[in-house]
């Protein structure tokens, strides 16, 4: 009986179709992650890990910043994850539609990231090419392998990411710390150690409380010319660097930034708080540098802020990183002084006496650490030291000169024709808060008995330029106007001194640790680029400027001269008349605008402290750019702006009332007219 033919060698076995099902899940899971993390994952880390200020100023401990990278890296992802396999209970060919659209989303979403690097286009043009973009990469997607596994590759993307944050970024040393122990400076000389008070502003320039003398304007900023009049004021006082993780550091180590690490006692274990921890008590109020160790500190005051504000605040940064719209990607905009009431504290000590600070009753405007350090601003049995950085009158500019608060656009801009000359008037209103600050700082200071004993110190960590074309702090305005981001106030009153003097030598602010602890009778037992002001001056007038550390530029010295303020438009303070003759004339309206907000002139009642006062909206495109708008509330005119060209926002107009007696408790009434050549008040309706 023959045998049977030979059925040759067994074939593979192929998969079976659960395996083949799961097999494709996975490698469509590793494209979407790919793309999530480079849309999502890579950019927020960069962010994040150039700016650990951001998590010392909320206060996140490493587990916090761990939780939310882990946010960062894993939650983005979830949805498409999931959405993917749910798709496929329509069947494989939804399932792979579902996913070709997903990959175009996510490729147009990394195509505007890029464009707006790349290209000049903004706003709809570049969401146009970015969604052709998009489809463009679907379509190859589909069609062809290579950019599949091209993606499977960069699947590896986010763990790296992960672990450039986690072990190289600046950020690394506020997640993972390394041992502390700065040395202790010992007691030089036959004096005692003095109370020391040291009160660092931010973003101040010097030229905005200048006068056209040369001299502290005493009638905007009276409690600042008190300052003056019985202290030190080293008026050719500059800071090292126009950003305050790498300006505070380098006062309070007395040298020059280095190296572009995180503002932590990690990085700078030499510095003011441990030199001073062995003979001084020390109570300090960091914001976003945490250069005090906990062996040398009490805890912070304000509470910690948590992971929701975190998580809120980076999804507000994630905003800015992904929007087709050009912004200034900078974490340092979302620090906010928290208000007495945010932060759950007692009444402030002690009472005001000046009626019309109002502090009683607006206590939502009093930020929250400032309260916390007039209170602790009492004779010591120990000498101590009292330190604050308190973020004013850093933007976002929010209150006007008597305290009251108002809201504001997030997005409204600072540069360009009508915005930075805004820009710059919110700051100086906020600035007029700061000076009531300063005078209530000087009156606790002597109610307590505190002033005449104690060294006290008043500065700012840097300026900043409201020059048109180069508003900001960066290389642009250092070029532009150095006067206005470099000098800052510099006052230094020494115990028991009485009279004011001026001292123009060449002042650079690692200057400020050597000058303080030759004051306070310590010695520094390490080397520092500064000097004291009980030394020599330096020989050479050149100023030392750091955009970034390790790279100086260099300048002249010597006092700037403060630009000239605009004049105020005659017609703001005047009442709006039906008849003319003795004021502006009123004609019949003149078209509409539409203006944001209007339901809050309806019901105001300013002890809550919080006013409408910044006023802003579009007018016809028959109105030019150019004309004069007046705002009168209540039938008095409080600012007079132009209508500019508008923003991305679609904005022509805004406007800050800074005189809070314009508004009453209840229905305001808010009009808007259009100025005629002729001086002629033609009222716009508003919508």
């Known amino acids: 009986m023959a045998e049977p033919p030979s059925a040759g060698p067994t074939p593979p076995a192929t998969p079976g179709r659960w395996e083949q099902g799961w097999r494709g899940e996975l490698a469509r899971l590793l494209e979407v992650t790919a793309l999530v993390g480079l849309v999502v994952t890579q950019p927020l880390l960069d962010v994040l890990g150039r700016s650990p200020d951001f998590f010392l100023f909320h206060r996140a401990d ?81 069609r062809w392998r290579a950019p599949a596994r091209v993606l499977r590759l960069a699947a590896a993307g986010p763990p790296v990411f992960l672990a450039l944050f986690l072990f190289v970024s600046p950020t690394s040393a506020v997640v993972l710390p390394r041992a502390h122990g700065g040395a202790a400076g010992t007691a030089q000389g036959a004096g005692g150690h003095p109370p020391v008070v040291m009160l660092i502003l931010d973003e101040l320039p010097l030229v905005s409380l200048l006068g056209a003398d040369g001299r502290v304007d005493a009638a905007r900023f009276p409690h600042f010319a008190e300052l003056a009049g019985g202290s030190t004021w080293y008026r050719n006082a500059t800071g090292v660097s126009g950003w305050t993780p790498y300006a505070l550091p380098a006062m309070l180590t007395g040298r020059y930034p280095a190296r572009s690490v995180a503002p932590h006692y990690s990085q700078h274990p030499d510095n003011l708080f441990t030199a001073f921890g062995g003979l001084y008590d020390v109570r300090a109020e960091e914001s976003i540098t945490r250069l005090c160790p906990p062996s040398r500190c009490e805890k912070p005051v304000s509470p910690e802020q948590g992971l929701g504000v975190l998580v809120r605040e980076t999804g507000r940064l994630l905003g800015q990183v992904a929007g087709p719209t050009p912004t200034r990607i900078d974490p340092e905009d979302s620090y906010r002084e928290q208000t007495r009431a945010e932060a759950g504290l007692d009444a402030a000590e002690p009472v005001p006496a000046d009626p019309k600070f109002r502090w009683d009753s607006l206590d939502d405007n009093q930020p929250a650490r400032f309260t916390s350090f007039l209170a602790g ?88 330029s409201f020059t048109k074309g180069a508003q900001g702090r960066g290389m642009d305005a250092i070029k532009a106007a150095a006067g206005e981001v470099a000098w800052v106030p510099m006052f230094v009153k020494e115990p028991g001194q009485r009279a004011g003097r001026v001292d123009d030598r060449n002042w650079e602010h690692v200057d400020l640790l050597p000058t303080v602890a030759d004051e306070a009778g310590i010695r520094l037992p390490w080397q520092v680029d500064g000097r004291s002001a009980r030394q020599a001056p330096r020989p050479g007038a050149e100023k030392h400027f750091y955009d970034r550390p390790g790279q100086p530029i260099t300048f002249p010295g010597g006092v700037p001269t403060p630009p000239p303020l605009p004049k105020p438009h005659p017609l703001v303070g005047t009442d709006v008349r039906a008849d003319p003759g003795g004021g502006p004339a009123r004609a019949g309206p003149a078209g509409s605008a539409r203006v944001a907000d209007l339901a809050a002139f309806r019901a105001t009642d300013p002890d809550t402290g919080t006013l409408p006062a910044l006023v802003w909206g579009d007018v016809p495109a028959r109105i030019p750019d150019g004309t004069l708008l007046a705002v009168a509330v209540n039938g008095r005119i409080g600012a007079v702006v132009p209508v500019v060209p508008a923003d991305p926002g679609g904005r022509r107009f805004a406007a800050l009332l800074t005189d809070d007696r314009l508004f009453r408790v209840g229905a305001n009434h808010l009009d808007l007219y259009q100025i005629a050549t002729d001086g002629t008040l033609r009222r716009l309706a508003l919508s």
């Open 62 to 142: 490493p587990g916090q910043i761990l939780l939310l990278v882990a946010l960062v890296a894993v939650a983005p992802t979830v949805p498409f994850a999931l959405l993917g396999p749910l798709s496929r209970l329509a069947g494989r060919t939804a399932r792979a539609l579902t996913h070709t659209v997903l990959v175009g989303l996510l490729l147009a979403a990394l195509a505007v990231q890029v464009g707006r690097h790349a290209t000049p286009l903004r706003g709809v043009p570049l969401l146009l090419l970015a969604a052709l973009a998009g489809a463009a990469g679907a379509a190859a997607h589909r």
């Open 377 to 464: 601003l009492k004779p010591q049995p120990r000498p101590t030291l009292h330190f604050l950085h308190l973020l004013m009158p850093h933007s976002p500019w929010a209150f006007l000169p008597s305290g009251a608060r108002y809201d504001a656009p997030e997005d409204l801009p600072n540069d360009g024709v009508g915005w930075v000359e805004l820009a710059r008037q919110r700051h100086l209103a906020q600035l007029g808060y700061t000076d009531r600050l300063i005078g209530e700082t000087l009156r606790t200071l002597r109610a307590s008995g505190l002033y005449d004993q104690a060294l006290v110190v008043v500065t700012a960590d840097h300026g900043v």
